[in-house]
């Protein structure tokens, strides 16, 4: 005597509730990371208002550090802790085995796309801290620019979205 144990097929109406959940997760996924992530380069703001307001920027000049220097050291330092950030990002993503994030297919489209974020965010920063006087007032421009859809296209954040 043998006994054969097979599942139970899904039905279509199952595999389509099962789909559209997986979905939902994955969308929500991409939601939280896209929000948080848009909040790294913003909190990077803060410090190059800062520096002009309290002119730690102008005594380093007149200490004879060469601008260019400054900006790519600021830039490079930036860039670092971002992709610090990155890199744990994807390991969240490994950890939760997310494979529409890390897939065999999808884990170098998705490391390239924070990396290319990473370098087109920090450096929209640095123009736009010239806007602002106030360092807490800097931060607001991630706030507010949900609002703002008519000029979304100027902004990594949005492109990262897409």
Avoid at 57 to 68: A, H, R, Y
Wanted: glycine content about 4%; hydrophobic content about 55%; overall charge positive.
């Amino acid at each position: 005597m043998t006994a054969v144990n097979h599942p139970m097929n899904y039905s279509t109406k199952q595999l389509e509730n099962r789909f559209m959940k997986q979905v939902g997760i994955s969308v929500l996924h991409a939601i939280s990371v896209i929000f948080s992530i848009s909040f790294v380069p913003a909190s990077f703001f803060i410090f190059l208002v800062e520096e002009r307001k309290s002119k730690t920027k102008l005594l380093q000049f007149i200490s004879g550090v060469k601008p260019i220097n400054f900006w790519v050291a600021s830039y490079t330092w930036d860039m670092m802790n971002y992709l610090i950030l990155s890199a744990l990002v994807i390991f969240i993503f490994i950890g939760f085995n997310q494979q529409a994030y890390i897939g065999p297919k999808n884990i170098a489209g998705m490391i390239i796309l924070l990396i290319l974020y990473g370098l087109s965010a920090i450096a929209l920063m640095y123009p736009a801290s010239l806007v602002f006087f106030v360092p807490s007032s800097a931060f607001q421009l991630k706030l507010i620019e949900s609002i703002l859809n008519e000029v979304y296209l100027i902004f990594p954040h949005y492109c990262l979205g897409r």
